[in-house]
Structure formats: structure tokens, C-alpha cells
């Protein structure tokens, strides 16, 4: 099976001055702005950072579920976040880490089991593997 996904960006400007806009093709993002204010300078608006940890913690968050399905558990809740850090290396800029925090309600599961399978989730997401030049933390908990 192959699945192929869209997402488009339009620019305007130079890098300092200029705009872009950020479309996705399934519609949750359509035009959405973001910019160097946005991304450098807090201003509001949208970054590739956070859109990479968004799709990496959704990527994670799925691989759990399918972790905990194999091993016979169903979660009741999970709640996940990541922090992508940019810095400035020699060069330029690089994404130097991802810190994934799930916070997760599982009944019946043991903390080990629990922690062991969403370890194995991190490593296996398809997200994962592709940003596995970066290094990566998880913070995973049962609540």
C-alpha cells in the first residue's frame, strides 16, 4: 500500500518581510499564515517546527494505540505533546531535539509495560523514523 499526502505553501517577500501561507489538502489548514515573526519572534502565526511536532506527536500518539491493541489494552485517554527545538548551529539552523510528553489513562496495564510499549511506539512511528538524525526523549506516564 502506498499513500501519498499533500500540503502546499505560497510566499510572498523576502525572508524578514515577507509572508507565506500554509494549505493542507484534507482542508485543516487552508491558508493559514506563518512567516519569520512567527517563527523567530513569537509572533502569532504558524512555524514549520510546530507543524512537525504536531504531525510527530499525532504519528507517536497512533503508534501507541497500536502497541497497546497488540499487547491487548485499549486506552482510554492519551494526551501527547512534542517540543521541537531549533537552534543555531554552525551553518545555520538545525531542529536539535524532540521531546515527546504523553500523558495516558490505560486500564489494567502495568507502568513498565506501559512505558515499554510507547518506547517501541517512539521508535517505530513513521515520523520517527524519518527524523531519526535528531535525537528524542519521551516523557511517557500513566495517570
Not at 42 to 50: K, L, R
Not at 86 to 115: H, W, Y
Request: glycine letters at 10%; one cysteine or more.
Amino acid at each position: 500500500m502506498k499513500i501519498n499526502r499533500k500540503a502546499s505553501v505560497g510566499w510572498e517577500g523576502g525572508l524578514k518581510d515577507g509572508r507565506g501561507t500554509i494549505s493542507t489538502a484534507s482542508g485543516a489548514l487552508a491558508d493559514y499564515p506563518y512567516g519569520f515573526a512567527s517563527r523567530f519572534e513569537g509572533v502569532a502565526g504558524s512555524n514549520p517546527e510546530e507543524l512537525l511536532g504536531a504531525a510527530h506527536a499525532a504519528c507517536f500518539t497512533m503508534a501507541t494505540s497500536l502497541a497497546l491493541g497488540n499487547a491487548g489494552y485499549t486506552a482510554e485517554r492519551m494526551d501527547t505533546s512534542a517540543e521541537v527545538t531549533l537552534e543555531q548551529v554552525e551553518g545555520g539552523f538545525a531542529i536539535t531535539g524532540i521531546k515527546l510528553v504523553m500523558r495516558a489513562r490505560v486500564p489494567n496495564i502495568e507502568d513498565r509495560q506501559f512505558r515499554e510499549l510507547a518506547e517501541t511506539a517512539k521508535a517505530n512511528c513513521p515520523l520517527s523514523k524519518a527524523l531519526a538524525s535528531v535525537p528524542m526523549t519521551l516523557d511517557a506516564e500513566l495517570v
